[in-house]
Nanobody, 127 residues
Framework: QVQLVESGGALVQPGGSLRLSCAAS????????IAWFRQAPGKEREGVSC????????YYAESVRGRFTISRDNAKKMAYLQMNSLKTEDTAVYYC????????????????????WGQGTQVTVSS
């Protein structure tokens, strides 16, 4: 059974840092693209970052570029999102997602392409 479980969300002050984790089980993570999305209240789910399994290429939304870093540890079946210099507008529920393509490509921001999703973890940035 394929399962993704996110953790690491918390309340943090502006300028702070968090590392989100995504634990994968039931499949071989090595061959899957990993992406992080977020959804704020009243807004659509937004692609934050993507990591290709084939090339290791990383993709970021413009709003987080230079502040967030995506990574993975295939041996541990884990993916991570390191978030630095957090802003109030980063407040959202964060989700990890995977699909069987080995590259993010130009469609990585489209939520519909992903086969599996975690339940989400809440990140709140507030003073």
């Amino acid at each position: 059974q394929v399962q993704l479980v996110e953790s690491g969300g918390a309340l943090v002050q502006p300028g702070g840092s968090l590392r989100l984790s995504c634990a994968a089980s039931g499949f071989t993570l090595d061959y899957y693209t990993i992406a992080w999305f977020r959804q704020a209240p009243g807004k659509e789910r937004e692609g934050v970052s993507c990591l290709s399994s084939s090339t290791g290429n990383q993709y970021y939304a413009e709003s987080v570029r230079g502040r967030f870093t995506i990574s993975r540890d295939n041996a541990k079946k884990m993916a991570y999102l390191q978030m630095n210099s957090l802003k109030t507008e980063d407040t959202a529920v964060y989700y990890c997602a995977t699909d069987r393509r080995n590259a993010c490509g130009s469609t990585w921001r489209g939520a519909r392409r992903y086969d599996h999703w975690g339940q989400g973890t809440q990140v709140t940035v507030s003073s």
